[in-house]
């Protein structure tokens, strides 16, 4: 067999050799007076060879914050022009590059914190260099950037190249692509909650979400992607008359969209039931029209919303799937596939729940046997997901 690559083999990206791309177009999903921000991008892949199907996400290397980059810089006393080796390629790169390319600022490695111990005896992280004192040393870090260790720790003094090499690496972060190629050839879609918080007395933010909201600039700024294949997050064929449900709150939406993009694309058959959950109707509503429109016109049978902070009480997801109990498990009974994608810790636990409460209340099961058909469910491929 020949290893010669053929003339029209497709190019490979990834980690080492992504394909750098472009924003296109980039715009608020959530309105004013909404809780956060989530935001809609559009990415030109014109040119690349690259493929991606729906239920696969895309990886992108973001670049730390200039400011931050430059607050690290004057805390340690360096200029970002003394030369070390860059964190990823280890090139010969002034320190200000390594900072922004390559080095996590926003989280601290444990071996910032035995630096700082033995250089400042007096420190308080002293108090969780012991392995028992793991827990504490976690929750003392919780909210704490680099910088913070530094501004507190004033005595503890870093060589350029000694500071670089106390630091995590700056790695890529993983968005569930939102469109399909069918409906966007040569473009992919993400949707993103913009990470922000408070902790410390400082204003944070997560690097990915924030470099694509406030530092990318539409049509210039180079962002490095690859595609990382969703495992088994897919659409039965089309020709299959298979019925879908789709439960995706909040951003968990993304992977959706590239469903119901992929399914009009193609005309495929089977009915379609999504689930969608928001804080509020008026401000989180993403791709209304989109969705009301593939209600219309059939690609889409049901679209249910839960709206957790338009009342009193809170309505999430799974307390709509109870509502709709019977008709639900009617379409497990029909085959259905039963796809779940967003919040791993909360959501996603509390939908698996009210699945075990649907197939007891509606199938007549003890909760043993509910376990039993969520369990030949899954041998089934019929309940998938993609949580975070
Ligand atoms: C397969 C997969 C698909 C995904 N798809 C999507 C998607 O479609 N859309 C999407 O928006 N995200 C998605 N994510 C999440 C995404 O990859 C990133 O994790 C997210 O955008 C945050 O990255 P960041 O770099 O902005 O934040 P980071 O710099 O990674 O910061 C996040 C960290 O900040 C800290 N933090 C956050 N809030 C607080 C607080 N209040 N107090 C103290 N510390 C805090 C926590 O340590 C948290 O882990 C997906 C993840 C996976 C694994
Ligand atoms: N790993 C990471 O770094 C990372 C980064 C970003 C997001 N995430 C996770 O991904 C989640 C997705 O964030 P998001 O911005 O897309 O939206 P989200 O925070 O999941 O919120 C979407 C909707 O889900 C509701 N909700 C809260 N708890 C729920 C539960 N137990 N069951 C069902 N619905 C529930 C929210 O209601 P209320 O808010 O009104 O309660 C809101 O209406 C985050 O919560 C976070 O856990 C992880």
């Not at 007395?201 to 990915?208: F, I, K």
Request: charged share 25%; aromatic share 10%.
């Amino acid at each position: 067999m020949s290893t010669e690559a053929t003339p029209h083999a497709k190019p490979t990206y990834n980690v080492k050799n992504p394909f750098i791309a472009k924003v296109t177009k980039a715009y608020d999903l959530s309105g004013p007076g909404a809780p956060k921000n989530t935001r809609h991008y559009e990415l030109d892949l014109t040119g690349s060879g690259l493929e991606y199907t729906p239920g696969d996400s895309l990886a992108v290397q973001p670049t730390n914050d200039p400011a931050l980059v430059a607050d690290t810089l004057a805390a340690l006393g360096l200029t970002g022009d003394e030369i070390v080796k860059h964190a990823k390629t280890g090139a010969d790169v002034p320190l200000r590059q390594t900072l922004t390319e390559a080095n996590l600022l926003t989280e601290v490695d444990n071996k910032l914190i035995k630096a700082i111990a033995e250089k400042v005896p007096h420190s308080p992280v002293n108090a969780f260099i012991a392995p028992e004192a793991k827990d504490e040393l976690k929750k003392y870090l919780w909210g704490r950037f680099v910088i913070d260790l530094l501004l507190e720790n004033p005595d503890a003094k870093f060589e350029a190249q000694e500071f670089v090499n106390c630091l995590k690496k700056l790695n890529i972060r993983l968005y569930s692509i939102s469109s399909s190629l069918k409906a966007h050839p040569e473009s992919v879609h993400l949707t993103v909650a913009t990470v922000k918080y408070q902790s410390h007395g400082r204003e944070r933010g997560g690097v990915a979400s924030t470099f694509l909201a406030e530092r990318v600039v539409v049509g210039e700024t180079p962002i490095p992607v690859f595609v990382n294949q969703g495992k088994g997050f897919r659409l039965p064929d089309p020709s299959e008359d298979v019925p879908v449900i789709f439960c995706g709150p909040g951003t968990g939406i993304a992977p959706f969209r590239a469903f119901l993009e992929e399914r009009k694309a193609t005309g495929a058959k089977g009915k379609a039931w999504l689930f969608f959950g928001e804080v509020s109707e008026k401000t989180c509503f993403f791709y209304k029209d989109q969705f009301e429109g593939y209600l219309a016109d059939g690609t889409l049978t049901n679209l249910t919303t839960a709206w957790s902070r338009d009342q009193q009480e809170k309505i999430y997801v799974q307390n709509k799937m109870l509502e709709h109990s019977a008709e639900l498990y009617a379409w497990l009974e029909q085959g259905a596939i039963f796809y779940v994608c967003g919040d791993a810790s909360r959501m996603a636990v509390d939908v698996d729940k009210a699945l075990h409460t649907i197939i007891e209340k509606e199938g007549g099961k003890t909760p043993d046997e509910a376990i039993l058909y969520m369990a030949a469910l899954k041998e089934a491929k019929r309940y998938r997901r993609d949580v975070y």
